[in-house]
Nanobody
Framework: QVQLVESGGGLVQAGGSPRLSCVAS??????MGWFRQAPGKEREFVSAITWSGGSTFYADSVKGRFTISRDNVNTVNLQMNNLEREDTAVYYC????????????????WGQGTQVTVSS
């Protein structure tokens, strides 16, 4: 059972550039990804990266502002730039997708989430 632990959230001013990290508890050759869930909304896909780091995927809403990267097979980062109030959400790390990677139900493992709040 892979455990995922996120870090790096908090209160950020609009336009800020926080970096989220996610560490897996064991050797992990799975694709990994990030989702977010704002109050009253469904969990939505943000970004994903293959196990090698060779391919990355982004939601249209964050493309050009967020960058996903992989330090090693167990650690994935999400560099968020030029944050907007609409980016306020709990951000979740996920691993091991099967099927449509944009669907939360496709992912086997989840972290507990880290809150990102963007203030104007």
């Amino acid at each position: 059972q892979v455990q995922l632990v996120e870090s790096g959230g908090g209160l950020v001013q609009a336009g800020g550039s926080p970096r989220l990290s996610c560490v897996a508890s064991e050797f992990n050759n799975y694709p990994m990804g990030w989702f977010r869930q704002a109050p009253g909304k469904e969990r939505e896909f943000v970004s994903a990266i293959t196990w090698s780091g060779g391919s990355t995927f982004y939601a249209d809403s964050v493309k050009g502002r967020f960058t996903i990267s992989r330090d090693n097979v167990n650690t994935v980062n999400l560099q968020m730039n030029n944050l907007e109030r609409e980016d306020t959400a709990v951000y979740y790390c996920a691993a091991d997708p099967e099927g449509d990677y944009k669907l939360p139900t496709s992912w086997a493992y989840w972290g507990q989430g880290t809150q990102v709040t963007v203030s104007s």
